[in-house]
């Protein structure tokens, strides 16, 4: 359990985040600057890089669970079952703001989504953050299959998936700045979603099944 210290940390990142994606969501990443963030959030400029080394920290902070989740998603998957397969439920299950039904909710993805289409910086972050995502899958994918140094079988697998989820991402966005809604939204993402992911179960369906676990007397064989 987290000591006192420790929630009063989390407490102070929060409030920062929350702080800074309230500010970008009324003007604009571009045109905030951290001193307005450090002000409005009541501490030091220093205290919000303390936290966040960079601005575009501040607005993809939510999004430092979502690599470890995913990989656990491959990594703890079933015996018998493909990393397409796993892959497939985590990217599907409805999720965050859309996969919600509140209509403030859904508004407050609506700005998020107008806050990053309009910075080039943010959009560039994100390019960043997506091709991270990649090598990590594709390290995984190689430890898994036991790949050889120099194979990119690994790496074209993983960014054929991560390649999925970028084009779900932007088709989301055409979305919801089309005016779409849940849950015609989440039906229509998901919808998409089956269409690329039975595409690539041709090619991909049989790579990197989990085996089964040895039993315990197999293994002192």
Do not use: C
């Not at 966040?52 to 656990?72: G, H, M, Q, V, W």
């Not at 107008?114 to 899958?137: K, Q």
């Amino acid at each position: 359990m987290a000591g006192l210290r420790e929630r009063k940390k989390q407490r102070t990142r929060e409030l920062i985040a929350d702080t800074a994606r309230r500010l970008f969501a009324d003007r604009g990443f571009e045109r905030v600057t951290v001193a307005e963030v450090a002000r409005e959030a009541d501490v030091s400029e220093a205290t919000v890089f303390n936290y966040f080394p960079t601005k575009e920290d501040l607005f993809y902070s939510r999004l430092e669970a979502f690599e470890e989740e995913l990989l656990s998603a491959i990594r703890e998957r079933e015996p018998g079952e493909s990393a397409l397969a796993a892959f497939r439920r985590f990217m599907l299950q409805p999720r965050g703001l859309l996969g919600s039904h509140d209509p403030e909710a859904i508004e407050r993805l609506a700005a998020t989504t107008r806050v990053i289409t309009e910075s080039p910086a943010l959009l560039a972050r994100e390019e960043r953050i997506f091709a991270g995502y990649t090598e990590s899958l594709a390290a995984l994918l190689a430890e898994e299959t036991g790949a050889k140094a120099g194979d990119i079988e690994p790496q074209v697998v993983a960014n054929a998936l991560m390649g999925t989820h970028r084009a779900l991402v932007h088709y989301s966005r055409e979305q919801i700045a089309a005016g779409v809604r849940n849950p015609h939204l989440s039906r229509r993402v998901r919808a998409q979603g089956n269409r690329a992911l039975t595409t690539l179960e041709s090619g991909l369906g049989d790579y990197a099944i989990k085996p089964a676990a040895r039993s315990a007397s197999s293994r002192s064989r």
